[in-house]
């Protein structure tokens, strides 16, 4: 069992930055590929953006192209989000989710095996 805990949430003004951070216990990340959600208020969870299990690769979602950078670190069982230059409409509960596969990634919650709790990000003046 995996055991996801995110954090680095908070509230932030438009344009600002924030890096979360999902920590893993229970069994190394080695071997699964992780992605991140989110949920906006009133809408139904959506992906963000996923890394494979080496870290060479990565898929984002349209709304956060060029602003939200994926990475990991195995060495400390953590995945990140960094996310710049962000605005109102990225206000959401962030999720980091994984799942063991040796290749590829996944954008469909539905491949996902674990999941943090989430963390909530604001973006308001």
């Known amino acids: 069992q995996v055991q996801l805990v995110e954090s680095g949430g908070g509230l932030v003004q438009p344009g600002d930055s924030l890096k979360l951070s999902c920590t893993a216990s229970?069994?190394?990340?080695?071997?699964?590929?992780m992605g991140w959600f989110r949920r906006l208020p009133g809408r139904e969870r959506e992906f963000v953006q996923a890394i494979t299990s080496d870290g060479k690769s990565s898929y984002y979602a349209n709304s956060v192209k060029g602003r939200f950078t994926i990475s990991r670190d195995d060495a400390k069982n953590t995945v990140y989000l960094q996310m710049n230059t962000l605005k109102p409409e990225d206000t959401a509960v962030y999720y980091c989710?994984?799942?063991?596969?040796?290749?590829?990634?996944?954008?469909?919650?539905?491949?996902?095996?674990?999941w943090g709790q989430g963390t909530q990000v604001t973006v308001s003046t």
């Open positions: 989710a994984a799942v063991r596969r040796p290749w590829g990634l996944s954008t469909s919650e539905n491949d996902y095996t674990f």
């Open positions: 229970g069994d190394t990340l080695r071997g699964y590929a």
